[in-house]
Nanobody
Framework: QVQLVESGGGLVQAGGSLRLSCAASGSISSINVMGWYRQAPGKQRELVAAIISGGNTNYADSVKGRFTISRDNAKSTVYLQMNSLKPEDTAVYYC???????????WGQGTQVTVSS
């Protein structure tokens, strides 16, 4: 079993920055994809950014150039640096881990990010 614990959400003014962290623990496959999804009220959960264990990244078009995903494999932790935040970035952000070889998918409990205008 894998547990994901997020931290770093909060309230920030438009144009500000936040850094989210997600620490994974448990039986973690060394080959995996970690990412961040978000879900705003009344909307579907959407991918924000993902990073594979080798370091390749993928971003939603809406956050390219503003958000940066990174990971520390030694700490089994993934980060999301969010700059130039906009009110439309307001959502609950969820950490996600997919064990590539088995397809098992794990989710964190979510952390609220609120951007005021």
């Amino acid at each position: 079993q894998v547990q994901l614990v997020e931290s770093g959400g909060g309230l920030v003014q438009a144009g500000g920055s936040l850094r989210l962290s997600c620490a994974a623990s448990g039986s973690i496959s060394s080959i995996n994809v970690m990412g961040w999804y978000r879900q705003a009220p009344g909307k579907q959960r959407e991918l924000v950014a993902a990073i594979i264990s080798g370091g390749n990244t993928n971003y939603a078009d809406s956050v390219k150039g503003r958000f940066t995903i990174s990971r520390d494999n030694a700490k089994s932790t993934v980060y999301l640096q969010m700059n130039s935040l906009k009110p439309e970035d307001t959502a609950v952000y969820y950490c996600n881990l997919v064990a590539t070889l088995t397809g098992y998918t794990y989710w964190g409990q979510g952390t609220q990010v609120t951007v005021s205008s």
